[in-house]
């Protein structure tokens, strides 16, 4: 069960690595946990018996993982800090100028307090990509879950927007949305969808209105996607209701533009930096230049947004089994946005895209 984290304990030299409920947490051991105002850290030292920090009302969930060490669980009533002071007594070898690495994106400042206090000789330092190193690159098993969020989030997609009408509220649309990915058999979100029409669809993470109607000639974008065995898909799709402008149709025809350019361009060996700089030089030189935002994309799984991200300056090289995001967007302040999002799996050869819902220009409504 450890043995992911004790080979980033080995590549990395650090002492001991600290874990709290998430991604990275849920990949080692198989469930996840809620991060509310209990803290839950496991610390796995490079040498020596890991020990965990698990609020009581958590045993019965925890136990069953059967994990490799010291559980310290602690009450309401008691509070957590006589937890954590156990656990740092179990934890001599961690003393002075020893490092621990944290999840620096996931762990909250009272962890960090609480267990910076119980391990005073410790450094704490933020590990983040080298413990989430574990999740880069996708078993069979993670792509199959992943396929299958994709396959039901694009069935739902495509049940919602049979139903669009001119008038609908996007808070409407939301929620046919939501039955159409329940129904599907999704196990649940990958996150709160966005459904964003006209103006609202220029703000690339929008909240859906209750007081807007979808209006003719709107762009109607839904962000959005199902999870299926912890794994989630993120899949943007861009309609038109009613009809389309022919500058409206121009600006979403360069979005695709970029989008195709990032298929075509994504191979092993290539740089992150660089399918971003393809993607982001087809909306430079664009006549839209001035409506681009943001970067390419990010890597795909447990986690929305992952290692890789796709953006330039990294330069890190795309390996067979990596999964991420090709989603260029164009945003024009009041007016309208369009973004194309797709998810791809790096392959021997290139890359398969796991999202097939089609991309050309659509109306809908
Ligand atoms: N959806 C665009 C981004 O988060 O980068
Ligand atoms: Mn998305
Ligand atoms: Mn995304």
Not at 52 to 58: D, F, G, R, S, T
Not at 291 to 308: I, M, S
């Amino acid at each position: 069960m450890l043995a992911p984290v004790h080979a980033v304990l080995a590549r990395t030299g650090l002492d001991a690595i600290a874990l709290v409920p998430g991604a990275n947490f849920l990949r080692v051991f198989g469930k996840d946990f809620h991060q509310m105002e209990r803290p839950l850290v496991v610390v796995v030292p490079a040498k020596g018996d890991p020990v965990a920090i698990v609020p009581n009302l958590e045993m019965g969930s925890f136990e069953p993982l059967g994990f490799p060490g010291k559980i310290f669980d602690w009450r309401d009533e008691a509070g957590y800090m006589g937890a954590f002071k156990a656990a740092g007594a179990a934890l001599p070898q961690l003393g002075k100028g020893t490092r621990v690495g944290v999840e620096g994106q996931r762990m909250r400042v009272f962890d960090f307090m609480a267990l910076q206090s119980v391990l005073p000789g410790a450094t704490l330092t933020d590990a983040h990509a080298d413990i989430s190193s574990i999740r880069l690159h996708k078993t069979a098993e993670e792509l199959a879950a992943l396929r299958e969020a994709i396959r039901l989030s694009e069935i739902a997609l495509e049940a919602t927007v049979q139903q669009v009408r001119v008038g609908m509220t996007e808070k409407q649309v939301e929620a046919i949305l939501l039955g159409e990915l329940f129904k599907a058999g999704c196990d649940g979100l990958s996150f709160d969808p966005i459904v964003a029409a006209g103006d609202n669809a220029a703000k690339p993470h929008a909240s859906a209105r209750a007081d807007y109607a979808i209006k003719r000639g709107d762009a109607l974008l839904f962000d959005f996607g199902g999870r299926y065995r912890h794994f989630s898909a993120d899949i943007t799709r861009t309609f038109f209701v009613g009809e389309v402008s022919d500058h409206d149709r121009a600006f979403y025809d360069t979005v695709l533009a970029a989008n195709s350019k990032g298929h075509e361009v994504s191979r092993p060996g290539i740089t992150a930096s660089d399918v971003d700089d393809a993607v982001c030089t087809v909306l430079e030189q664009s006549q839209f230049a001035s409506f681009k935002r943001h970067k390419t994309g990010h890597g795909l799984g447990l986690d929305v947004h992952e290692a890789p991200q796709i953006m330039r300056g990294n330069q890190a090289k795309l390996e067979p089994g990596m999964v991420f995001t090709i989603e260029p967007g164009l945003y024009r302040d009041g007016e309208t946005g369009v973004r194309i999002e797709d998810d791809v799996v790096v392959t021997e050869n290139g890359i398969e895209s796991l999202t097939s819902f089609p991309r050309e220009l659509r109306i809908i409504g």
